[in-house]
């Protein structure tokens, strides 16, 4: 990872290529760095200093204060960075080694500033280009791993980024040592999903992916007035959104009881912006407006709304959560910078107590004595420190990368699991559902007359 990025930034791919306004939108906005981001840039700049020297481990950074370009504050590398690290590591360590022992040359990309845009129609060599974490060609395959710290944000293998890294890396190949593309995201720290998942691409497909980018890319920097399309997965991480007028439309509509989508070109339905991973066409869907309930739901008992009132403001929900928070950061941007928002002010948030020197307090508790009318007597080390287990996620988190694979094996065979609590889901998310109706599992047995041969599967699909 590195500092700067281009105006069609292969990180920001899943924005852009959604919502082609938001490009001219965001130019000249700042986008901030964050806490998260600055421990995430810390954990590549590790990452990157593993695979260049095999002989360091991500645990011999544990404690060790980082700050590289791109990284707006210093953060201190922890045992849980070192073991999501580890993961990265351990999986560029396999795959060099299987490439090896099957006889392949191979090479090992770092770091490497691509160029896919230099592929588009027309080129958007400047325009279009970023750094890929790692990039591994040989055995006729460019297999593209990407690197995420984030526990948050679920990223599928097939996300736009990849596939442009591919482009990119494409360029470095000559034939044939690439024939088709394996896009891989490695991201330990998500819970609820494989920590790395790929996707393999064959040429055809990457064509069609390229033409398809390409024109986004066109429509973005040559439209004479660039749609805004507001949307969970685009908004999430655009520098403008709480600046947007589109976002800022559909988030009260949504809560005064409409949800209308903003206006592609030509005035037609906005294309929808959920990818298939087979075709990486644009979902069929066309979403045009999706009718919520009238503000008076708003105010209603929860308990009086029927399955379709919920469902609309479950869906309104991330949007309109994302604007207000994006509105808020804006604001409190524009009075720290020493401008006015009618009726607010900055004022100092509520702060934990916590000691000025943790040596100083031990130093006075070990010599302090109880009163008399409290039983006179040192004070026991019992009554200032608190001694307990770790619990098993710290335990994985700061004993695990130190610990031998065959003690951890013992520790982690005393850890039991309990049952996660029910939440609600979009029917997209990875995990399983659980079923509560008992129909949905049982199938009720016929008694009148013999049940119908199973059909036996073909292969008609193939010709």
């Not at 596939?163 to 890396?169: A, H, K």
């Not at 991480?237 to 209308?260: E, N, S």
């Not at 045009?288 to 469902?311: H, I």
């Not at 007597?377 to 031998?404: M, R």
Request: proline share 8%; hydrophobic share 40%; net charge negative.
């Amino acid at each position: 990872m590195s500092g700067g990025h281009a105006v069609l930034a292969p990180s920001a791919a899943k924005r852009w290529m959604a919502c082609p306004g938001s490009v001219r939108l965001s130019q000249g906005v700042k986008d901030n760095s964050s806490a998260a981001a600055d421990q995430g840039t810390a954990a590549h700049d590790v990452l990157a200093q593993c695979l260049r020297d095999w002989s360091l481990l991500p645990h011999t950074f544990i404690g060790r204060a980082i700050k590289t370009e791109g990284m707006a504050t210093e953060v201190t590398f922890t045992a849980e960075d070192a073991a999501s690290v580890l993961v990265a590591r351990n999986n560029v360590a396999e795959t060099l080694q299987g490439l090896a022992k099957a006889g392949h040359k191979h090479r090992l990309l770092i770091e490497t500033k691509v160029y896919p845009g230099a592929a588009f129609e027309p080129s958007r060599r400047d325009e279009c280009n970023g750094t890929a974490d790692i990039i591994i060609i040989g055995g006729g395959v460019l297999r593209v791993r990407d690197y995420k710290h984030g526990a948050g944000v679920f990223v599928p293998a097939d996300d736009p980024q990849l596939l442009l890294y591919g482009l990119g890396g494409m360029r470095e190949c000559t034939p044939p040592e690439a024939q088709r593309i394996e896009t891989t995201v490695i991201q330990p720290r998500y819970h609820g999903a494989d920590p790395v998942r790929s996707a393999v691409w064959m040429p055809e497909q990457m064509a069609d992916f390229r033409d398809r980018v390409s024109f986004a890319a066109t429509r973005a920097l040559e439209h004479p007035d660039p749609p805004l399309v507001p949307g969970e997965d685009q908004c999430r991480f655009c520098p403008a959104k709480g600046q947007c007028p589109a976002l800022a439309k559909t988030a009260l509509d949504a809560a005064t009881g409409v949800f209308q989508m903003a206006e592609t070109l030509n005035h037609e339905p906005p294309a929808a912006t959920n990818w298939h991973k087979d075709t990486l066409e644009p979902s069929p869907e066309n979403l045009g407006r999706l009718a919520l309930p009238d503000m008076d739901a708003f105010t209603r008992d929860p308990d009086s709304l029927d399955p379709e009132v919920l469902s609309g403001i479950l869906e309104a929900e991330p949007v309109i959560r994302g604007w207000l928070d994006a509105v808020h950061k804006h604001a409190h941007s524009i009075i720290k910078a020493g401008g006015k928002v009618p009726g607010f002010k900055l004022v100092k948030g509520q702060t934990r107590r916590s000691w000025s020197s943790t040596d100083g307090a031990l130093q006075v508790l070990s010599g302090a004595s109880r009163t008399k009318a409290s039983g006179g007597g040192k004070l026991k080390k019992a009554d200032y420190l608190v001694e307990s287990l770790l619990s098993p996620a710290q335990a994985e988190k700061q004993l695990k990368p130190i610990l031998s694979e065959k003690t951890w094996e013992k520790v982690s065979g005393l850890i039991s699991k309990g049952t996660g609590a029910e939440v609600i889901a979009p029917v997209t998310d990875t995990r399983p559902e659980v079923i509560t109706n008992p129909s949905e599992v049982f199938t009720p047995v016929d008694t009148k007359g013999e049940q119908p041969e199973a059909a036996k599967p073909t292969l008609d699909f193939l010709s």
